[in-house]
T-cell receptor, first 111, second 115 residues
Framework: KNQVEQSPQSLIILEGKNCTLQ??????????LRWYKQDTGRGPVSLTI?????NTKSNGRYTATLDADTKQSSLHITASQLSDSASYIC??????????FGQGTTLQVKP | GAVVSQHPSRVICKSGTSVKIECRSL??????MFWYRQFPKKSLMLMAT?????????EQGVEKDKFLINHASLTLSTLTVTSAHPEDSSFYIC???????????FGEGSWLTVV
């Protein structure tokens, strides 16, 4: 069964600290993996998209990693800011074009 | 960059009425658009895939007569919630796939409240 599981479910960190969010998937055949940031009551915004051959991709303070062998991805946020408070969703696309969404990790950055 | 626009962003309607939500790709043509529903603190749930010029493909459990989807042009898809019921109150989000196929952009979402 195609599944995407994210951990932790929620996370609270202090401003300026780093954090890492995890995403494990069982989607096969795999096409790409995306990380989205979703502010409360808003649509998701793309952070990174990674294909099978990519191991690391950065977008500012966001760095995503992908291990296609173990089917794991992580999103590392460096020097967190209050505006990073949001839900982070891992989405895996299969070769059939179907998107499988993780449940998301809710991040709260406190001053 | 590519932008997907949804309208209205918030709508309140009475039970039994119908409400239409529009999803537009502003600077690219989208042959495929997707409609999602999201409950509070939950992830997005795909409702249907909207293909330009053909009938939408609905996910299991989604009533096609309840949630009418029309994709009349390469830049516009509409979702009409018919005979709205308070349990239809939710956050509805659309996304559109650009011509290259690999990039998907989400709209800002539409809050529907049925009273």
């Amino acid at each position: 069964k195609n599944q995407v599981e994210q951990s932790p479910q929620s996370l609270i960190i202090l401003e300026g600290k780093n954090c890492t969010l995890q995403c494990n998937y069982t989607v096969s055949p795999f096409s790409n993996l995306r990380w989205y940031k979703q502010d409360t009551g808003r649509g998701p915004v793309s952070l990174t998209i990674m294909t099978f051959s990519e191991n690391t991709k950065s977008n500012g303070r966001y760095t995503a990693t992908l291990d296609a062998d173990t089917k794991q991805s992580s999103l590392h946020i460096t020097a967190s800011q209050l505006s990073d408070s949001a839900s982070y969703i891992c989405v895996v696309r299969s070769n059939t074009g179907k998107l499988i969404f993780g449940q998301g990790t809710t991040l709260q950055v406190k001053p | 960059g590519a932008v997907v626009s949804q309208h209205p962003s918030r709508v309140i309607c009475k039970s039994g009425t119908s409400v239409k939500i529009e999803c537009r790709s502003l600077d690219f043509q989208a042959t495929t658009m997707f409609w999602y529903r999201q409950f509070p603190k939950k992830s997005l749930m795909l409702m249907a895939t909207s293909n330009e010029g053909s009938k939408a493909t609905y996910e299991q459990g989604v009533e096609k007569d309840k949630f009418l989807i029309n994709h009349a042009s390469l830049t516009l898809s509409t979702l009409t919630v018919t005979s709205a019921h308070p349990e239809d109150s939710s956050f509805y989000i659309c996304s559109a796939r650009s011509g290259t196929g690999n990039t998907i952009y989400f709209g800002e979402g539409s809050w529907l409240t049925v009273v």
